[in-house]
């Protein structure tokens, strides 16, 4: 058992002893903007409407998906931002290559920025969506050098 019986010598020791250690990691400044868990689920009942044909649209620009399976570069200079349609243009064991996804969040900071991707289909070895309970559809946290830019 834990002997409750503290002295104010032996916690001084410990605060000086904590104060004393330096963290192991290099600390690295990180900021980033996120989507809302709400904006989050309403994405993916858009998105499962689509997917459904409940929500047919006529539109004026075609986009065959088959030409976005290839090996197309990415464009480095591309700026993501919230709600952007992006496809995974590189094979990567952390996103599936080839499919669409829409960005919910941007992490600036550190060594590189990384873009959290929503992708329309559910994959092997996503991760389910922060804060949003029972979503079906799962995201992944990538480097914008895998990614493109796309108009849908």
Wanted: with cysteine.
């Amino acid at each position: 058992m834990y002997d409750c019986t503290v002295t104010t010598g032996s916690s001084k020791e410990l605060r000086q002893f904590l104060r004393s250690t330096a963290p192991k990691d290099s600390l690295e400044p990180a900021s980033g903007i996120f989507m809302d868990s709400k904006v989050i689920k309403e994405v993916e009942r858009r998105i499962s409407a689509c997917r459904s044909g409940s929500e047919l649209r006529s539109g004026k620009k075609m986009l065959a998906a088959e030409l976005c399976r290839g090996a197309v570069a990415p464009d480095l200079s591309a700026q993501f931002r919230l709600l952007d349609r992006v496809v995974c243009v590189k094979r990567t064991c952390a996103a599936p290559f080839g499919e669409f996804g829409t960005v919910i969040g941007l992490l600036c900071g550190g060594t590189e920025e990384k873009v959290d991707v929503l992708f329309d289909k559910p994959y092997f070895g996503g991760k389910s969506v922060r804060f949003v309970r029972f979503a079906s559809l799962l995201s992944v946290r990538i480097a914008p050098s895998k990614l493109d830019y796309r108009i849908i």
